[in-house]
């Protein structure tokens, strides 16, 4: 089956939509404020789901808990999350976020807002909408074809 020209389309605008919003992170990223990519993500899941294990995170980010392992560490480190035994399985280790973290990620979520805002000035109201919509629906559906063919 040959791709029609929509998915030739949407392929090629989401790999330069990848790359413009890297290069965007990129620059100037720590003077705005901004934390690391990792650390934004791992923090969302702990401002959503509260104090949550590795293998946890690891589930909601699909990735691999050993990757999880060294972005907590990190963080750790920089003071944003702690790591304590679970009160009710002590053989589980839960990570929560700190004060620090939290702020880090509010901050961090502001900056882009305020960014998305800058470039989405001309947008209706509606298209806005759609675009939020659609985005998510797309990482949904992305998402459920990944886990169909054993991507985490």
């Known amino acids: 089956m ?28 720590r003077a705005r ?10 923090l969302g899941v702990l ?3 509260g104090p949550t294990s590795v293998n946890g995170i690891a589930d ?12 907590v560490l990190a963080m750790e480190q920089a003071g944003q999350v702690v790591r304590a035994a679970d009160a009710s399985d002590g053989r589980v280790t839960l990570v929560r976020p700190t004060e620090e973290g939290l702020a880090a990620l509010e901050r961090t979520r502001e900056v882009r807002a305020r960014l998305y805002g800058e470039v989405l000035d001309g947008w209706s109201a509606e298209d806005r909408g759609d675009l939020a919509r659609l985005l ?10 990944g886990r169909a063919h054993g991507d985490r």
């Open 60 to 71: 909601a980010l699909r990735l691999d808990p050993s990757t999880v392992t060294r972005q």
């Open 47 to 49: 401002a959503q789901d």
């Open 136 to 145: 998510t629906r797309l990482n949904a559906d992305v998402d459920t074809w």
């Open 2 to 29: 040959q791709p029609d020209d929509s998915l030739r389309t949407i392929e090629a605008q989401v790999a330069m939509l990848l790359r413009l919003s890297d290069r965007t992170r990129r620059a100037g990223a």
């Open 33 to 42: 404020g901004e934390i690391e990519r990792s650390a934004y993500l791992v």
